[in-house]
């Protein structure tokens, strides 16, 4: 069974940074693209950041572009996010997401907590 596990989630202040990874396992077709989003206190889901299998191309929301860093290590099946400047309004749970368009699939992560407060 293919499952996605975050974690780095914790409490930060303001202007701190943290690492959140994405564990991936049991795939047997690699994902197209992995994914990032995160939902607000109030439940509204945001995309944040995407990579691509080939080439690993990158794309960012413009809410945290400059800050955020998504990468990859397919050795270890490991995707991470990298938050620097790390802002209140970043305080949300962040979800992995895992899609393929050849073989149909699209899995989501249990989810890490992240809390931005002073």
């Known amino acids: 069974q293919a499952q996605l596990v975050e974690s780095g989630g914790d409490l930060v202040q303001p202007g701190g940074s943290l690492r959140l990874s994405c564990a991936a396992s049991?795939?047997?077709?690699?994902?197209?693209?992995m994914r990032w989003f995160r939902r607000t206190p109030t439940k509204e889901r945001e995309w944040v950041a995407t990579i691509t299998t080939p080439g690993s191309t990158t794309g960012y929301a413009d809410s945290v572009k400059g800050r955020f860093t998504i990468s990859r290590d397919n050795d270890k099946s490991m995707v991470y996010l990298q938050m620097n400047n790390l802002k209140p309004e970043d305080t949300a749970v962040y979800y992995c997401n895992a899609i393929s368009v050849r073989w149909s699939y699209n899995y989501w992560g249990q989810g890490t907590q992240v809390t931005v407060s002073s």
């Open positions: 049991g795939f047997t077709q690699s994902p197209d693209t």
